[in-house]
């Protein structure tokens, strides 16, 4: 207990710290990339190590603690652009080669999180390649609900997942379930 506690403290200030810090005006132009590196950062850190000591149950209840503290103070999910799905897909990819088995689920929680700071729900997608000769290799998507369509913000390409069969769907919360129906797009995402 001891260990967790000096483990996520001085990433729980930072990150506390990082999202204390506004990055619109001039001044912050020149920091907004190095800004939104050290907060994926954090979370793919805090993800991590989260996965390693504790749950994926412990991870998922952390990402909601989050969404809802936007929610009693916002009332209302905030809808995403693709320039915030950009801005998150970029800092978590560049943020992942830093740490050391950062597989696509831990990318995919974070980025869920760093979505859920910024009041936007998301839905964690685990599937397998629908092919059976490629054997059980399951991967997680990161997929948010930009207006009517699901767009997908990590994890591949709309290519990629059209050969994948989703297994479950991982939401913040009941409001944040994506379609199943429907396959997601990457194409909202590319400048």
Do not use: N
């Amino acid at each position: 207990m001891l260990r967790r506690f000096w483990l996520t403290l001085p990433a729980v200030a930072w990150s506390r710290w990082c999202s204390a810090v506004p990055m619109s005006g001039p001044p912050f132009r020149r920091l907004r990339k190095p800004l939104l590196l050290a907060r994926a950062l954090v979370a793919v850190l805090r993800v991590r190590v989260g996965l390693w000591l504790r749950s994926g149950a412990a991870v998922r209840a952390d990402i909601a603690r989050h969404h809802s503290r936007h929610h009693s103070r916002h009332r209302a999910s905030v809808a995403p652009t693709p320039g915030a799905l950009r801005e998150v897909a970029w800092s978590v990819r560049a943020a992942a080669r830093l740490v050391p088995g950062a597989t696509c689920l831990t990318q995919a929680h974070a980025g869920q999180l760093l979505l859920a700071r910024r009041g936007m729900g998301s839905v964690v997608r685990l599937s397998v390649p629908a092919d059976a000769t490629a054997g059980f290799r399951p991967h997680a998507w990161l997929i948010a609900q930009a207006g009517p369509d699901a767009v997908i913000v990590l994890g591949g390409t709309a290519a990629d997942y059209a050969v994948h069969q989703p297994l479950v769907d991982l939401a913040q919360d009941r409001s944040a379930r994506a379609p199943r129906d429907s396959a997601p797009s990457a194409a909202a995402l590319r400048r």
